[in-house]
Nanobody, 117 residues
Framework: QVQLVESGGGLVQPGGSLRLSCAAS????????MGWYRQAPGKQRELVTV???????NYSDSVKGRFTITRDSAKKTVYLQMNSLESEDTAVYYC???????????WGQGTQVTVSS
């Protein structure tokens, strides 16, 4: 069973940057598609970006060109670099590890990102 721990959230002004980290332990990191999701108050959790175990990447339209996902297999960590942050990016950000073909997924506890002046 994989455990995920997010870090790097905080308060940032509009236009600023943050880098989130998600450290995985247990399981076999190379097997997982790794994703970042977010949930704003009163809204459903939504996909931000995913990087598959083969390195294929997808972004939601709302973050394309501003956010970058990377994975470091040696450190068993996935990162989310967030630039040009907007107030609409305010949410709790969750990391996920998934093996879609067997319906497996695991979630971290989330990290709060607040974009405000």
């Amino acid at each position: 069973q994989v455990q995920l721990v997010e870090s790097g959230g905080g308060l940032v002004q509009p236009g600023g940057s943050l880098r989130l980290s998600c450290a995985a332990s247990g399981g076999i990191f190379a097997m997982y598609d790794m994703g970042w999701y977010r949930q704003a108050p009163g809204k459903q959790r939504e996909l931000v970006t995913v990087i598959t175990r083969h390195g294929e990447i997808n972004y939601s339209d709302s973050v394309k060109g501003r956010f970058t996902i990377t994975r470091d297999s040696a450190k068993k960590t996935v990162y989310l670099q967030m630039n040009s942050l907007e107030s609409e990016d305010t949410a709790v950000y969750y990391c996920s590890a998934a093996i879609p073909r067997i319906g497996f997924s695991s979630w971290g506890q989330g990290t709060q990102v607040t974009v405000s002046s």
